[in-house]
């Protein structure tokens, strides 16, 4: 598996807001799967896929270090495809189809939260982790950015938004391989290897 980190957290870079909701009346909006793991039902994207609802389970369980705050999912286009084959060197042939999601992640634990040298650091960490993982036709790209939590009173802070991209011959091997990655990326996020140090 091939990740990489970056930081996106300049002036002009968007700011993950936890609570949001759609404008659209009845539109998507944040769902705290942390309070009621049964509200996965209210994540269209999740039922959609299962290995995301699984991922998502995983992710707001009681023992992980972190909790979801956005997500999606979706096949790749061209664009997307041609720039995942060239960073796995991969030929058209071998990889015709895409699949990939985003999860916004946010940090429990209040320090680790508020400290870019912290979050810094485990991304590190987790970019040396997953590149032991087999699985050499995915990518994973985590971005650091900015982030306003206001859920039992405003905190300024910094999440993770980590995209997955898997390649496959057809759509189906290109979601199968996304789902196993995903799968192998979740048990990272929450091993206690990261969390170390």
Not at 66 to 89: S, Y
Not at 127 to 144: C, G, T, Y
Not at 185 to 197: D, F, I, Q
């Amino acid at each position: 598996m091939l990740a990489e980190w970056a930081v996106e957290c300049g002036a002009d870079d968007p700011v993950l807001v936890v609570p949001w909701s759609s404008d659209q009346p009845g539109g998507p909006r944040f769902v705290d799967l942390r309070v009621n793991p049964y509200d996965l039902d209210q994540i269209p994207e999740a039922e959609a896929h299962p290995p995301l609802l699984q991922a998502l389970r995983a992710l707001n369980a009681a023992r992980s270090p972190v909790f979801t705050a956005k997500c999606d999912a979706w096949p790749m286009d061209e664009d997307e495809l041609d720039a995942a084959r060239l960073n796995l060197g991969l030929s058209a042939a071998e990889s015709s189809h895409g699949f990939m999601s985003y999860i916004d992640l946010v940090w429990r634990e209040r320090t680790i939260f508020v400290s870019f040298h912290q979050q810094e650091q485990r991304l590190h960490r987790l970019v040396r982790l997953l590149d032991q993982v087999e699985h050499p036709a995915s990518v994973v790209e985590a971005i650091l950015r900015p982030a306003l939590v206001d859920l039992t009173g405003p905190q300024e802070g910094f999440a993770v938004s980590l995209y997955l991209k898997a390649l496959g011959t057809d759509s189906s091997e290109a979601c199968e391989q996304w789902g196993r990655a995903l799968e192998a990326v979740v048990t990272v996020l929450r091993s206690k290897e990261l969390s170390a140090g």
